[in-house]
């Protein structure tokens, strides 16, 4: 069989020049074994991100594999999540993915390990180039009227293309049917004085005073804020991609100085998308955050695909990704390094959870990367509305304080349901404590009173949230400090099954010492097994403990235990 291309094609360099190249025939003989699958994970008219499917997790097993487009090499990759940029809009690329037995020499090839794909860009309109708006790029002027001018010009089918420069910027808004692309070197650079940034009033009452509009928000509840650097207000069908950057610019003489007190309004988030639908984000690098770095809020159908996320590890409340009350969320080939949780689900506190009763659900997380923050994956703690059908597959857990994270506690609401959370095909090394889920956890100013912190069953009402399926399967936790796994249900309302199936846990030769769950009556300790308290129903089939001081084991108050 062969595929033949013959004709001329075009391509654009970083600084927008063209270049041509004839392309040439590949010949595929019968007898070379293809067994490498390619997918398509996201496309715009310039740049796309394929899957190399079943090489690994975040990284691929094997040192590199190199990409051919139309028969020419392109580069070289170890991921899994691959992004090829610079193409042309409405053209069809026919795309090889080879398995390279030295890394970066396209003439050393495993032909057995190979994969194929074809990819038919987008069409565009037309490029507005934020330079021909007026916008600098040099690191000083304020470029933010210039490139919000090419945002508000730009019509559908086509994109606004910011050029390699640093670009001075306050608060971009996003409109529907856009394509923002930042190309290589390319940095939207936050000021962060706090008079240039707009408010986003927490709470607006209606004109018959029987309804309201919510704005701004703060650790679930509705509170005036500052705009984000990148914002988006009820608009939909939206890409930010590329190879550049999104820098908030904070510090510790700035945005993260008294981080806990309330300056005008609270702290900006670098992405903030409120209310919006069909939202990706692609490619693009955003690093210090003000505090939340990626806010998704009350929308649906938002991906975010071969990030990199990227905060200090002592900087303050800076989440890499806090999805809360939305719907239809995808997490592909994200590299996480950040000051607090990498990942934190959310659906608010008490009065937005019962106002709106509208959960995070439908959400997966797969081929990412988590390292160096407090939680890899964290549920909570503001989850008045609940989190359902969540699954994080195929992920590496690095350095981080815990692995999943739970964080809940008397007060958040009968609404706050969690249910159908899976882990699955999770590596895991220098996790301190790999399994937590906290029901004391003591946030909010009543978090260490009796009502909160009380080992003793208290009467279920309105104000008590409850825990139902968790499950962990095929996991690995290296090298682990603290304990394998502290899981602390509520006395009158105990978790209602948790399932750990092929789960495999040691520690580290020098482990550390240290809290496991931030709880009342929670103290230091190393080298603990697994705490299993207040569960209906504990199923562990093939879970392995090596090197626990003590008993593997510690079971309080759990009903019935399923062990295989």
Known sequence: MQFAFGRKQIAHTADGNYICFRLIFITIRPEMRINMELELVAKTSRNVCIELKNTGIFYTDTSNYDIYINGIYVQSTNKVITSIYGLLPDTEYNIEVVESTEAGNQNTRNEENKGYITVHTDFEFVTLNVRDFGAYGDGE???????????????????????????????????????????????????????????????????????????????????????????????????????????????????????????????????????????????????????????????????????????????????????????????????????????????????????????????????????DGHGAVTVGSEIAAGVNNVKITDCLFLNTDRGLRVKTRRGRGKDSVLDNITFENIKMDNVMTPFVVNSFYFCDPDGKTEYVGSMTPLPVDDRTPRIDRLTFRNIECHNCHVAGAYIYGLPEQKIAEVTMENVHIDYAEDAKSGVAAMMLGCDASSRRGIVAANVKKLTLINVSINGADGEPYELINVDSVVSK
């Open 141 to 371: 002027h304020d470029d933010t009227l210039a490139i919000q001018t090419a945002i508000m010009a730009c019509p559908e089918k086509a994109r606004v293309y910011v050029p390699a420069g640093v670009y001075k910027i306050t608060t971009l808004f996003l409109k529907s049917n856009l394509v923002l692309d930042l190309a290589k070197d390319a940095v939207l650079s936050a000021f962060t004085q706090r008079e240039k940034f707009g408010i986003l009033p927490g709470m607006i009452q209606s004109y018959d005073e029987k309804d309201e509009y919510n704005l701004g928000t703060w650790e679930g509840n509705p509170l005036d804020c500052f705009t984000g650097i990148i914002t988006g207000l009820n608009v939909e069908n939206v890409v930010i991609t590329g190879e550049g950057t999104i820098d908030g610019c904070a510090g510790f003489d700035n945005w993260w100085k008294d981080c806990k007190i309330r300056k005008i309004a609270w702290r900006p988030r670098l992405v903030f998308i409120s209310h919006c639908k069909n939202v990706t984000l692609h490619g693009v690098t955003v690093t210090n955050s003000p505090s939340w770095t990626l806010h998704p809020y009350f929308t649906e159908n938002i991906r975010f695909v071969d990030l990199k996320v990227i905060n200090p590890a002592n900087s303050h409340n800076t989440d890499g990704l806090d999805p809360e009350s939305c719907t239809g969320v995808e997490i592909v080939g994200v590299y996480f390094s950040v000051g607090d949780d990498c990942i934190a689900i959310k659906s608010g506190k008490i009065y937005m959870g019962r106002k709106h009763k509208i959960p995070t659900s439908d959400m997966i997380v797969r081929q990412s990367c988590m390292r």
